[in-house]
């Protein structure tokens, strides 16, 4: 190790694929991409589910090699069935893992990212095993009370609670004015999308297509969606080609073909792509962008996939919650709609739908937003939790 090198260990779960390449967790890994460029040993601990990809260990020799990132995996998937029981084992294990690897490597800095504020009563004892730094991301919202009351007490024990918004800065600072000068705001950043054609998508002519990708939480507002399409009138319906790009099954729900393929059917032209491939090109051939979030609860701050679409110089129709309002400005560069407000988001797309230059208008400032934005510039990211690591 050179002399001055600090080393880094990042604390995560879903950093080993395919979770990785989800949008969040693959900004996530970008990010620490950026700080072994500043000289930082990084290493990565975390532990992978029944869903992973079983070449995983062939991945992350790939990985070592060509990014020097470090990684230590555990695996405690055939614990999966007893859900309480699994989340208890991990969590303890963690523990075990950063006191087992700080005797080994003797770390200057651990950076766990969570959307868990119970997680931060770990920093007591990662300090008691002689790390100097103790930091953690609120990767994702959790607006639990409860949760909120376990932060008061964790936050006492880290050298910083980072948020991805300026409004959960806030937040914070009003619940625990005691703590409120442990609080920062520093971004993830933004991954441009992969542009490879791995999926086969040609637009079809004359109609407008009108995209979502995620999951299909009731969160995140997808029946939302379908409900404001099918609600619309036959000569809307006519105009429109829907996309969904779904992740698999979500809470118990049946697979996203048969969810939205009962609702859709013989009402309006889609289409369905599932997995987590490269959707930089379909992003490229859509039209009109919509997350209808009904809430940020489990999710990024600011959504990667809106990110994204805004990169791409898409018309976006998104729900105003979150740090969502800090991005996105209704009727500049995106259209706003309360959340649940499927009446609201059926007039939005409807308006893009007949209105080609406000659909180009919206999304040549949306483009603008993200492209040369300092908040989204990952190197500016990882110089910001630099200063931050040494201060």
């Known amino acids: 190790m050179n002399k001055g090198t600090k080393r880094l260990l990042v604390v995560s779960t879903s950093m080993t694929p395919p979770s990785v390449f989800m949008r969040g967790s693959k900004t996530v890994y970008e990010l620490q991409k950026q700080l072994v460029k500043l000289g930082y040993e990084v290493h990565i601990l975390t532990h992978i589910s029944d869903r992973q990809d079983k070449n995983y260990k062939k991945w992350i020799n790939e990985q070592r090699k060509k990014y020097d990132i470090f990684y230590h995996v555990f695996e405690f998937s055939w614990l999966k069935k007893y859900v309480f029981i699994y989340q208890v084992v991990c ?56 949760a909120s009351y376990l932060l008061s007490g964790g936050i006492k024990y880290l050298d910083g609670v980072i948020c991805l918004s300026n409004g959960d800065v806030d937040r914070l600072g009003k619940m625990h004015p005691k703590y409120a000068g442990k609080v920062y ?50 000569s809307e319906r006519q105009k429109i080609y829907a996309l969904f790009v779904v992740y698999g099954k979500e809470g118990g729900r049946a697979e996203p073909i048969d969810i939205i393929t009962q609702a859709l059917i013989g009402v309006v032209s889609y289409k369905i792509m599932s997995g987590m491939q490269p959707i930089g090109n379909v992003m490229k051939k859509s039209d009109v962008f919509v997350l209808p979030y009904r809430t940020l609860h489990g999710t990024l701050i600011y959504p990667a996939t809106l990110i994204e679409a805004m990169w791409s110089g898409i018309a976006v129709v998104t729900s105003s919650v979150g740090g969502i309002n800090e991005v996105v400005q209704n009727k500049v560069n995106g259209l706003l709609v309360e959340p649940g407000d499927i009446s609201g988001m059926r007039r939005a797309i409807v308006g893009l739908i007949g209105n080609a230059h406000m659909r180009r208008k919206l999304g040549a400032a949306a483009r603008e937003a993200i492209v040369g934005n300092p908040c989204f510039d990952q190197r500016n990211i990882a110089s910001k939790l630099s200063e931050l690591y040494l201060n």
Request: proline share 3%; glycine share 10%; net charge positive.
């Open 91 to 146: 969590s303890f294990y963690y523990i075990y893992e950063v006191f087992r690897l700080n005797k080994i490597y003797g770390f200057d800095i651990v950076h766990e990212y969570t959307s868990a504020p119970v997680l931060f009563w770990r920093a007591w004892f990662y300090k008691k095993f002689g790390v100097e730094r103790v930091f953690s991301t609120l990767q994702t919202k959790n607006e639990s009370l409860y």
């Open 185 to 234: 705001w520093i971004g993830l950043g933004f991954v441009k999308p992969d542009m490879r054609e791995e999926w086969v998508f040609k637009k079809p002519k004359g109609k407008v297509v009108v995209t979502y990708v995620g999951h299909l939480e009731k969160g995140k507002g997808v029946d939302d969606l379908i409900a404001a399409l099918t609600g619309m009138g036959e």
